[in-house]
């Protein structure tokens, strides 16, 4: 019953932005932590940025990717800028859901996952 679809990944080149969505059905968005990870080609899925009470960036992406949510639209979203070949990877939106000041940064704090979209960025 639970759903996450992302969207807005594609090809682009160093130093433009992209903003992917992740749009949510079934649960409560407004009482969830959501966050962004990424797995690149041969590497461990890595989170990117959280949003609960409080948010929290990788240090790679920190002050180039903002986490955001539109709770009227029951969305996700990660607006990127400043996009480095290094951030080429398939981009996953996931849920837990409880929403505390509770950091949450392993896939395994995560309830449900959204299949992904991919971002390719060429120099």
């Known amino acids: 019953q639970v759903q996450l679809v992302e969207s807005g990944g594609g090809l682009v080149q160093a130093g433009d932005s992209l903003r992917l969505s992740c749009a949510t059905s079934?649960?409560?968005?407004?009482?969830?932590?959501m966050a962004w990870f990424r797995q690149a080609p041969g590497k461990e899925r890595e989170v990117v940025a959280t949003?609960?009470?409080?948010?929290y960036y990788k240090d790679s992406v920190k002050g180039r990717f903002t986490i955001s949510r539109d709770s009227t639209k029951n969305t996700l979203y990660l607006q990127m800028r400043s996009l480095k070949p290094e951030d080429t990877a398939v981009y996953y939106c996931?849920?837990?859901?409880?929403?505390?000041?509770?950091?949450?940064?392993?896939?395994?704090?995560?309830?449900?996952w959204g299949q992904g979209t991919q971002v390719t960025v060429s120099s």
């Open positions: 949003n609960s009470f409080t948010t």
């Open positions: 996931a849920a837990k859901w409880t929403r505390t000041a509770t950091l949450y940064l392993k896939e395994d704090d995560y309830d449900d």
């Open positions: 079934g649960r409560t968005f407004i009482s969830a932590t």
